[in-house]
C-alpha cells in the first residue's frame, strides 16, 4: 500500500498543445520523453482530438495521462499531465493560458489571429510553464510579462525582422506627420 504513494514534483505538466479545429498542429510543446519522435508525437495529437472534440467536457484520461482541453472557435486548447497528476493544477494553466491569449488577442482567440501572434503565444508558455514546472497562473501577470519583453528588447538583441517592422513603423509615423 505503500509504495503507491507517490513523491512530491514540480514538473507537473508533460505538455501544452494547442490543435485547429482539423487536429492539426499549431503549437506543441513537450516537457518530457513520453513521445521521443515527431512521429509518435503526431500519432498521440491525432489520437487525443479524435476523442475531444466531439465532447463538451473539459479533462480525459488517456493513454495513462490526464489531459484537460478547452475548445473556442477553430482552436483546441489541450495541457497534459500524468495520470496522478492534479486536475486543477493542469486547467489553472489551462485557463492561464487561454486567458493570456484572449487579453493579447484582444478576445480574438482564433485561428489567423494566433498564427500573426505566434512569438506571443511562445513567450506566454515560457512565462507559464518551463520545464514541466508551473511558474505562473495569473494572465494579468503574464500578459504584462510578454508586453515588457516585446518592448524593451535592445536594438542589439532585435532579430532582423523586428528591426525592419520597427523601421518601418517610425517611417510610417514621420510620414503621417
Not at 507517490?6 to 513537450?30: C, F, H, Q, W
Not at 503574464?142 to 525592419?164: M, N, W
Request: hydrophobic residues 40%; aromatic residues 8%.
Amino acid at each position: 500500500m505503500d509504495s503507491l504513494i507517490l513523491e512530491p514534483s514540480l514538473y507537473t505538466v508533460k505538455a501544452v498543445l494547442i490543435l485547429d479545429n482539423d487536429g492539426e498542429r499549431l503549437y506543441a510543446k513537450y516537457y518530457d520523453d513520453t513521445y521521443p519522435s515527431v512521429k509518435e508525437q503526431k500519432a498521440f495529437e491525432k489520437n487525443i482530438f479524435n476523442k475531444t472534440h466531439r465532447t463538451d467536457s473539459e479533462i480525459a484520461l488517456l493513454e495513462g495521462l490526464t489531459v484537460v482541453y478547452k475548445s473556442n472557435i477553430d482552436l483546441y486548447f489541450y495541457v497534459i499531465g500524468s495520470s496522478h497528476e492534479n486536475e486543477l493544477m493542469l486547467m489553472s494553466v489551462l485557463n492561464c493560458l487561454f486567458d493570456s491569449l484572449s487579453q493579447m488577442l484582444r478576445k480574438n482567440v482564433e485561428k489567423r489571429a494566433l498564427l500573426e501572434n505566434m512569438e506571443g503565444l511562445f513567450l506566454a508558455v515560457d512565462e507559464i510553464v518551463d520545464g514541466g514546472v508551473i511558474l505562473e497562473s495569473d494572465p494579468q501577470q503574464v500578459v504584462h510579462r510578454v508586453a515588457l519583453r516585446g518592448d524593451d528588447v535592445p536594438l542589439t538583441e532585435q532579430t532582423v525582422t523586428q528591426v525592419l517592422q520597427s523601421a518601418k513603423e517610425q517611417i510610417k509615423w514621420s510620414l503621417l506627420r
